[in-house]
């Protein structure tokens, strides 16, 4: 068997693994949670790789995006009724043209002035958001209505369907970033990582080509704020908006597992966000804010040891195994 058909069979394993590991959880109880947890910030983050892993465009406004889709479905079905499924196309097409407005002015920027630009970005829609109070809910924020389960509806008695519909969702983003990756168009954006000017120079219209990537990146984060909404049943402009807690939460889970790469983003989800309520619940009730220390300095020291993330880890042990062989 060679290697691609190894890999591909792995690959059908993991799936089934993960197909049939909700049966191991209580279908209400707290561990299946985070695993839905993890699944969505995965595929969130995946969706952020898009653009910061194959352009070097690193986006600290996504949770404008995120924002959008929670709120554009939750207020349909409030107002009209309307399925979070047909929310959830609207709140692609919001999030899309938002990314396009976004991009307009700022693609033409580049590292930390980019980087600024969109937070800016995030924090005037989560402004936006707590104060026009008579849409939104404002500070107090806004519950999504309660309906029989049905999957139409996206509502469930237990969380496992939450998870198979975040598996599929990861599943799907990850798809679409190796499609990407691997088109015309991922070609054009590794190019603009390695040197946009250089990518000028052959015939690379870089700002058209980072344009088209933020577009698609942000129609996908806005349909997972969707999914969001329909999980968590409640939430406010500072959770869906928050730079902490979305954009910056997206981008670290990315950097610690490996920017740029398919898997990365899932491995810095299933590390990241554990990490992050277990410290929550040995530490929280410690001393306000402990939890929040220690999550950090164990990211900290993390980046420190491998500041090209997990997927890096590999290959640096091979290169060590081969150096001691050949010393030896």
Request: overall charge positive.
């Amino acid at each position: 068997m060679n290697t691609s058909s190894t890999r591909l069979v792995a690959l059908f394993a993991l799936l089934a693994i993960a197909v049939v590991l909700p049966f191991a959880f209580d279908p209400r109880g707290y561990a299946i949670r985070i695993l839905c947890l993890a699944l969505l910030f995965a595929a969130m983050a995946q969706a952020w790789n898009i653009v910061a892993g194959l352009a070097n465009q690193v986006s600290l406004g996504h949770a404008a995006f995120f924002g959008i889709g929670a709120y554009t479905s939750t207020l349909l079905l409030i107002h009209f009724g309307l399925s979070p499924w047909l929310g959830m196309i609207a709140g692609a097409v919001l999030g899309g043209l938002a990314a396009l407005l976004i991009s307009l002015p700022t693609m033409r920027l580049r590292g930390h002035y980019f980087a600024l630009a969109t937070l800016a970005f995030g924090e005037v829609m989560r402004v936006i958001a707590n104060s026009w109070g008579g849409l939104t809910g404002g500070p107090v924020g806004i519950s999504v209505p309660f309906a029989p389960p049905d999957l139409a509806m996206l509502q469930f008695k237990e969380t496992r369907p939450y998870y198979w519909l975040m598996l599929a969702a990861l599943v799907l983003v990850t798809t679409i970033f190796l499609a990407i990756k691997r088109s015309r168009l991922g070609y054009r954006l590794r190019a603009i990582k390695e040197n946009a000017d250089a990518a000028e120079v052959i015939g690379v219209d870089t700002t058209r080509t980072k344009i088209v990537a933020a577009v698609i990146s942000g129609m996908i984060t806005a349909c997972l704020g969707t999914l969001y909404a329909q999980f968590q049943f409640f939430f406010d402009p500072d959770t869906v908006f928050g730079v902490a807690s979305v954009s910056v939460r997206m981008a670290m889970i990315a950097i610690v597992g490996g920017i740029g790469t398919a898997a990365g983003p899932i491995l810095g989800a299933f590390f990241v966000i554990p990490l992050e309520e277990f410290a929550n619940q040995i530490f929280s009730a410690q001393a306000a804010g402990l939890s929040q220390l220690v999550f950090g300095l164990l990211l900290i020291a993390v980046i420190l040891i491998e500041p090209r993330g997990f997927m890096a880890i590999g290959p640096r042990l091979k290169r060590l195994l081969a150096r001691e062989k050949a010393d030896g």
